[in-house]
């Protein structure tokens, strides 16, 4: 079944910019979303469609994806970025959800 | 408001069974596919099932194919999802999830609470 792996860990100084990498054979030719999932919380959508935002997710997230990398990027850290974040998928070819393996981001 | 609740978890033996259900609100239940997702305890998310608005087409995970059988009565805005042979490894935190198609891809817009599966003798 498809693979997608993402960094266990980023760390990032608030007002810095943290990347977080979700890498997948040809995951170009892919839809990537994001998620964010905070402590104790169920995961929330912050970038979908590879590179747009929905309504209430501030403009500091973007993301894009191309060859076998997804990147999500946050501008400007805060605090309240701390958080655990997941790429995922549709494998048209498995017909399964895939979901990255997870990044956690820690802000210094 | 878009709500989702899931109740049914609990603590269980290896092989034995746990019906999970998910009670929707706030939307039009039967025009949206729907989905269970588990998270581990410390671990990432995993895609359990996929069941589409007219439980026309079913899917599973490899890893609870054979073992799980997911449901829904549109009538009764209800999601299930039947676990038996459950082993350690299902141990998780279980997401009702529902299914939207953006632009261009798939993606999972709500989530429930969750429910506690504990699978242990």
């Known amino acids: 079944s498809y693979v997608m792996t993402q960094p266990p860990s980023v760390s990032v100084a608030p007002g810095q910019t943290a990347r977080i990498t979700c890498e997948g054979d040809?995951?170009?030719?892919?839809?990537v979303h994001w998620y964010r999932q905070r402590p104790g919380q169920a995961p929330v959508v912050v970038v979908y469609?590879?590179?747009d935002r929905p309504s209430g997710i501030p403009e500091r997230f973007s993301g894009s994806n191309s060859g076998n990398t997804a990147t999500l990027t946050i501008s400007r850290v805060e605090a309240g970025d701390e958080a655990d974040y997941y790429c995922?998928?549709?494998?048209?070819?498995?017909?399964?959800?895939?979901f990255g393996t997870g990044t956690k981001v820690t802000v210094l | 408001e878009v709500q989702l609740v899931e109740s049914g978890g609990g603590l269980v033996q290896p092989g034995e069974s746990l019906r999970l259900s998910c009670v929707a609100s706030?939307?039009?239940?039967?025009?949206?596919?729907m989905n269970w997702v588990r998270q581990a305890p410390g671990k990432g998310l995993e895609w359990v099932s996929y069941?589409?608005?007219?439980?026309?087409?079913?899917y599973y995970a490899d890893s609870v194919k054979g073992r799980f059988t997911i449901s829904r009565d549109n009538a009764k805005n209800s999601l299930w999802l039947q676990m038996s042979s459950l082993r350690a490894e299902d141990t998780a935190v279980y997401y009702c999830?529902?299914?939207?198609?953006?632009?261009?891809?798939?993606?999972?817009?709500?989530w429930g609470q969750g429910t506690l599966v504990t699978v242990s003798s």
């Open positions: 999830a529902r299914d939207t198609q953006m632009r261009s891809g798939w993606l999972f817009d709500n």
């Open positions: 706030g939307f039009a239940f039967s025009t949206y596919n």
């Open positions: 069941i589409s608005s007219g439980a026309d087409t079913i």
């Open positions: 040809n995951l170009g030719n892919n839809i």
């Open positions: 469609d590879n590179s």
């Open positions: 995922q998928v549709w494998d048209g070819s498995s017909h399964h959800y895939v």
